[in-house]
């Protein structure tokens, strides 16, 4: 048996018993067919379900390792921070679309809060960069990560397998699945996870628990049904989490902090910088329980084959965080979210073994969401840090001092809290239309073109009602509304791809594309604005219809991107070269901002960004393979004068995503008696990041390299067994940062998991 080693990433298959000098054929289905990953004219990544389990990948976020040109991963449910190329989701609210989609078995995922799923029991995962919409139901501006989970298999005995894990902070995980043939056409397969594991951020609030810990279960039922042309493969997932928000620590430096300090009468933060010190006031929650039912049907005409692909998602979704980073009760933030999503594709996909192939379809999703947002803070903070600032020398302690200042009377909350909220509610969808036309010019030459009409609406109402405290409306939102303010949009675009392959021989190829992106327009969630496009004055109460303000509306993105790439197979297959160069243009980006009064979402700027990317896997002999990956990107933004209300911003990069990214890994497979020992060298590396637009010194993240290490022995029996250490070198970096400024400091969230020694268990059979 061939050892399994995948042509984008090195896949180590558990059972394997012996190895070979050449790679095995990797087959994905991007492109709606099967194909060799080496025949696909597409910047793409795949991972094989035995590789993800084996390097402990936990949810679909953490597939960014692997995969060069996309960073972002961070601890929390949130994929705002998932970048592409450089492209991200830049505002948190509820009345847009991600800029990266996430699918499964072809189902589209969603949002923050029922995007990021558990990888188990999963058959492969394929991600890809650049806009992606000709592939997938739903359009996708930045990329797309693509997981297929393993089908319930008909014929043959039972199989299955259990995998345990523990260790260290009483990390304890486990996961399995069972296949089960019920008749000659019939199987189901059920697959089970848990995972648990104690928190690892200090924090030094008095009387506070360690951060980031998590609860977690999953269950996925699955059915298939084969007999003659018909094809029906079902799937019922419950998954239900319970785990930190992300975690903050302020950037206890620079201007910014400096008049936080001062103004707040002088606050320390405890621990040392890479410690947290976060009151956590409300609590510490990034809890989900999810649902997912997907209906898949293939009927084959001969000519072409039909393929009808049906999901339903429902979510309930409760997020709370400490936003500050301090010990102080500033900002506590909140989200109660409830949704649910449906989906139908249709697509027929030609079976001509001819020059031409083509494929066509249609696809429908509905969306319904319903979101209280929530702020908290202590009134006193508040007064304090505003009385100071505006008219210093007063020592202001608290809003009794400042009311006495302004001789007005105040009446303390009776909690002495300011606790504001907003109620979004959204009813969105949309259809697509498509259809994309192969056709071999020559042997040698292909040229593919693809065309996609895109709809969508928008139903948008949000309701902010007036604080229950005498500091009124002038603190998270700036306005109230008497009555749910509605509005409905309706965006639509035509969008086009043009590819051309040269298959150099029979192992190597060229193509060259350029491929038009977009993304919806939609609604800020934390905005208002009259019929000219003017928020209200700041503090404004009790708006409504009447006084002609409605949601905040912004235009679709767009972006233009062109891509040259060159895939090989050398050394008589042991060795397989993935590169490709991008440039694209990217024009009106969505972009929350403060404008001094209201939190907006603007089409804000262009972008401008070239950059390579390559990975190569070569098996080195007959006991290592060896996987390298790196991207690098060049960006420059312009017209953001809105942002920084002058030109200083003016060729700024995109500062979230940094110049350079790789990975590494070095697997070992040495046979010995009945079995083999295993083992493999991970590194994964980022170049510095962060300090917003203006360049803020000490919001910059520095570059880290985060090394793991692992070694088992796998029997020819079945079982395995396997000693590991994820972050040998007990690197210590950040997710990412925000700058902020006023009574908010800029900080940085999401500290890394320290070291952590661990062992793990299993058994296969078949």
């Known amino acids: 048996m061939a050892r399994a080693v995948s042509a984008a990433v090195l896949s180590s298959a558990i059972a394997a018993p012996a190895l070979s000098q050449s790679l095995e054929e990797v087959i994905v289905t991007a492109t709606k067919r099967s194909e060799s990953i080496q025949d696909v004219p597409l910047a793409i990544t795949a991972l094989s379900g035995e590789f993800v389990n084996k390097v402990n990948l936990d949810d679909v976020k953490d597939l960014v390792s692997f995969t060069p040109g996309v960073t972002g991963n961070s601890q929390d449910s949130f994929i705002d921070a998932i970048s592409v190329r450089g492209i991200r989701t830049q505002d948190f609210g509820v009345g847009g679309d991600p800029s990266t989609a996430f699918f499964k078995n072809d189902l589209y995922e969603g949002r923050n809060g029922s995007a990021v799923t558990s990888l188990y029991d999963i058959d492969r995962a394929e991600i890809l960069r650049g806009p992606q919409g ?15 989970t393993k089908r319930a298999e008909v014929g043959g005995g039972n199989s299955g397998y259990v995998d345990l894990d523990v260790g260290e902070r009483d990390r304890l995980a486990v996961e399995g699945a069972v296949n089960l043939p019920l008749t000659d056409h019939m199987a189901t397969r059920l697959a089970g996870y848990y995972s648990e594991e104690d928190g690892f951020a200090k924090n030094f609030y008095p009387g506070s628990d360690d951060l980031i810990e998590h609860e977690k279960w999953a269950l996925r039922w699955s059915t298939t049904y084969e007999r003659d042309r018909l094809g029906v493969y079902g799937t019922v997932e419950y998954e239900e989490r319970e785990q930190s928000g992300s975690v903050y620590r302020a950037i206890d430096k620079g201007d ?23 009151d956590q006031f409300a609590g510490d929650n990034d809890d989900a329980d999810i649902l997912t039912l997907g209906l898949r049907i293939e009927y084959d005409f001969d000519f072409a084959t039909l393929t009808s692909n049906t999901g339903y998602k429902d979510h309930d979704y409760f997020y709370m965080e400490d936003y500050d980073g301090t010990p102080l009760n500033i900002n506590n933030y909140g989200q109660d979210q409830e949704g649910d999503y449906f989906q139908q594709e249709l697509r027929l996909t030609s079976n001509s073994e001819g020059p031409l192939n083509w494929y066509a379809g249609a696809s429908y999703y509905k969306e319904d969401i319903d979101v209280v947002f929530n702020s908290i803070g202590a009134e006193d903070y508040f007064c304090q840090y505003y009385g100071n600032y505006y008219y210093p020398g007063n020592d202001f302690s608290g809003c009794q001092d400042l009311y006495d200042y302004y001789e007005y009377d105040f009446t303390p909350n009776p909690e002495g809290l300011l606790h504001e909220s907003g109620r979004v509610k959204g009813e969105y969808e949309g259809w697509a239309t498509y259809v994309n036309l192969d056709y071999y010019i020559t042997k040698n030459l292909d040229l593919e073109i693809g065309v996609r009409y895109t709809e969508d609406e928008k139903d948008f109402s949000t309701n902010v ?50 491929t038009q992106g ?11 604005v009259d019929a000219n496009g003017v928020a209200p004055d700041f503090g404004t109460t009790d708006l409504s219809r009447e006084d002609g303000y409605l949601p905040d509306t912004f235009e679709p993105e767009t972006a233009d991107s062109y891509e040259i790439g060159y895939k090989d197979t050398l050394f008589n297959g042991s060795t397989n070269i993935d590169l490709t160069a991008f440039y694209y243009e990217y024009e009106d980006l969505q972009i929350l901002y403060y404008d001094g009064g209201a939190s907006l979402v603007d089409n804000v700027g262009e972008v401008e960004a070239w950059g390579v990317e390559g990975s190569v896997t070569a098996a080195l002999n007959d006991n290592f393979t060896l996987y390298m990956a790196a991207g690098y990107l060049d960006s420059e933004a312009n017209k953001l004068q809105i942002i920084c209300g002058s030109d200083e911003c003016e060729g700024s990069p995109l500062f979230w995503a940094p110049e350079w990214s790789a990975a590494f890994m070095l697997d070992a497979y040495f046979p010995m008696g009945n079995g083999a020992i295993t083992g493999s060298l991970e590194a994964f590396y980022e170049d510095e990041k962060g300090g917003d637009w203006t ?4 919001n910059y993240i520095d570059a880290f390299t985060e090394v793991a290490a692992r070694i088992g022995y796998t029997s020819n029996n079945g079982w395995h067994i396997e000693a590991y250490v994820e972050n040998l070198t007990d690197e210590f970096t950040w997710d990412g940062q925000n700058a902020n400024g006023g009574v908010l400091p800029s900080h940085f969230f999401g500290p890394k998991r320290p070291r952590t020694f661990g062992m793990r268990v299993g058994m296969t059979w078949e």
């Open 134 to 148: 000709f592939l997938f139901g739903r359009s996708s501006i930045g990329g797309a990560f693509s997981v297929h």
């Open 256 to 278: 910014i902090w400096d008049a936080f300090n001062e103004n707040l009468g002088g606050v320390e933060l405890r621990g040392s910088d890479e410690d947290i010190d976060s």
């Open 465 to 514: 009602p007036t604080p229950d405290s005498d500091l009124g409306a002038y603190w998270f939102y700036g306005f109230s509304t008497a009555e749910p303010l509605r509005k409905k949009e309706s965006w639509d675009d035509t969008t086009w791809r043009g590819l051309l392959k040269w298959s150099i021989s029979d192992d190597a190829m060229l193509f060259a594309s350029y």
């Open 518 to 528: 977009y993304k919806s327009g939609g609604f800020g969630s934390f905005s208002v």
């Open 695 to 698: 360049g803020i010194p000490e």
